[in-house]
């Protein structure tokens, strides 16, 4: 009996568990036939393979929203949409909450397919009929209908180039976020270290500025001055000698005692505010053998002023420095993701490889502050014919795993040496080992011993390939508290693919 003109479907059960099934009644052979000659994929079949395909399929329907395919179920059909349009949705997809895409219009297990289950939940949108073809059938079917083979491998190869492509981009992306989220802690602190001492300085100039002003008025003669300005002049060359090196403090303790020290000293000399001047002074490493010196050049109506006058202009200094070293420390970050990433450079470039894996290590430093990380790089070094950013996704995954391993504690060495020709890049720490139970799967994409939603398992499938393209290799050694990836990769190989 003919198929309803308008798509009018019994009765399912409403929600996520609506589901495509047979209609009440089946649908005309002949519309079939024409229904399948609407699909642009099967153009080129003669009118005896449209025969086969109708009176061998069976069909389902279903309204909006039906299920079609499970995700995890066993597929044993392939499918044929001849009305209406189904959406894949992945749940289990790691760090992607979800992937959705459009099937083809010739989907599910393909003759020559090692497909075993379905990766995705399958929901119509909007009505949709489907033809079933077995598995079983599949020998008869390419008897009958052998373009149906070329077909099918062609439709193979075309899903295995769309699926890389999703995985690769879902890697990159989760790389990119990880990346974004080490530059942006990276790029915290010292920012706000800018900030904050920018915002300071405005005021403290201010204040120093009238500061100086009135000190001017204290002094009773120019030759008090002079001799506060010679004090000054000997206080900043003692400063200045002891940047970077000081026998005290030695300790948070020892500091502490050291400002109480000055903090007695301004409160016996009755100086203004000594717990404002106090730090200051201890963090400059002024000694109150000096401090005496000074009282003793000045009179006493001067000395608070003159104290206060010389630790404001201290602290602006060391705002300022602060400003420079903060803004310094962006910069060089900058410097690094620019080198990272290779912007502004041709996709095949000679890479310099320690500069490579220091630019990629500069990206985790929010990670290494509790890893030892040794650098063992041989001397003169010959640059490498490579793609540069693809190489650093290579490290970035080796040092990415050290570290997770560790726990973020531990010895984390890096070497390159040259043998033959062939540059030797090994990445060794010292974490658990990898359990030798599963040292052959670890390159297998979507593979992986992290817990569920934190890692899609393609890192160490992406090294792989990209080494390959290259034309190198990757391989690994493990055991408890020695684990090392050494990557191979030819000096000269340009255009490698």
């Known amino acids: 009996m003919s198929a309803p003109t308008s798509l009018e479907f019994a009765p399912v059960s409403s929600g996520s568990d609506q589901v495509a099934t047979a209609p009440a009644e089946p649908t005309r052979k002949s519309e079939v036939i024409a229904a399948l000659r609407t699909i642009a994929v099967l153009n080129g079949l003669g009118p005896e393979d449209y025969e086969w395909i109708a009176a061998h399929a069976t069909e389902r329907v279903g309204p909006d929203g039906a299920l079609i395919f499970r995700e995890d179920e066993p597929s044993h059909h392939m499918n044929i949409i001849l009305r209406g349009e189904v959406m894949a949705q992945r749940r289990k997809s790691a760090p992607v909450a979800r992937f959705v895409g459009r099937t083809s219009r010739l989907t599910g297990k393909l003759p020559f397919s090692r497909m075993k289950t379905w990766g995705a939940d399958g929901r119509s949108i909007g009505p949709v009929w ?83 002003y009135r000190l001017g008025r204290l002094f009773p003669s120019d030759h008090e001055l002079e001799r506060y300005n010679q004090w000054v002049r000997q206080a900043r060359d003692h400063v200045r000698a002891s940047t970077g090196f000081s026998p005290l403090p030695k300790s948070p303790l020892e500091a502490s005692d050291y400002e109480d020290e000055i903090s007695s000293w301004l409160d016996r000399h009755q100086v203004t505010s000594p717990w404002t001047i106090a730090p200051i002074l201890a963090e400059a490493r002024i000694p109150t053998s000096m401090l005496d010196s000074l009282a003793t050049a000045l009179s006493h109506e001067t000395l608070s002023p003159s104290l206060a006058t010389f630790a404001s202009a201290l602290r602006v200094e060391r705002m300022a420095d602060t400003v420079v070293d903060s803004s310094g420390r962006i910069f060089e970050l900058i410097s690094a993701i620019r080198g990272y990433s290779f912007m502004d450079q041709a996709p095949i470039q000679d890479v310099d490889l320690p500069s490579s894996i220091e630019n990629t290590l500069a990206m985790f430093r929010s990670r290494t502050a509790n890893v030892r990380i040794s650098l063992e790089f041989e001397p003169n070094l010959p640059p490498v014919s490579a793609y540069g950013s693809e190489l650093n996704q290579v490290w970035s995954a080796l040092i990415e795993n050290a570290l997770d391993v560790m726990h973020d504690r531990g010895t984390l060495t890096v070497s390159i040496r040259i043998s033959a020709q ?17 040292q052959s799967r670890i390159f297998e994409p979507f593979f992986t011993t992290k817990p569920i939603g934190t890692a899609m398992g393609l890192g160490l499938d992406t090294v792989q390939r990209i080494v390959s393209k290259h034309g190198g290799s990757v391989a690994v050694d493990s055991k408890p508290g020695a684990t090392c990836f050494q990557v191979r990769i030819p000096l000269n190989r340009l255009r490698a693919y």
């Open 130 to 212: 489907v033809l079933d073809i077995h598995e079983d059938l599949f020998d008869e079917m390419l008897h009958a209908i052998p373009s149906m083979a070329k077909l099918c491998v062609s439709l193979l190869l075309d899903r295995v180039r769309d699926f890389t492509r999703m995985d690769e981009q879902a890697e990159k992306l989760l790389a990119l976020g990880k990346l974004a989220a080490n530059l942006s802690h990276e790029l915290n602190n010292p920012a706000s270290a800018a900030q904050r001492s920018a915002v300071s300085l405005s005021t403290e100039l201010r204040e120093a500025d009238e500061a100086k």
């Open 422 to 438: 062939m540059a030797m890049i090994e990445v060794r720490d010292d974490g658990p080992g990898i359990d030798e139970a599963i």
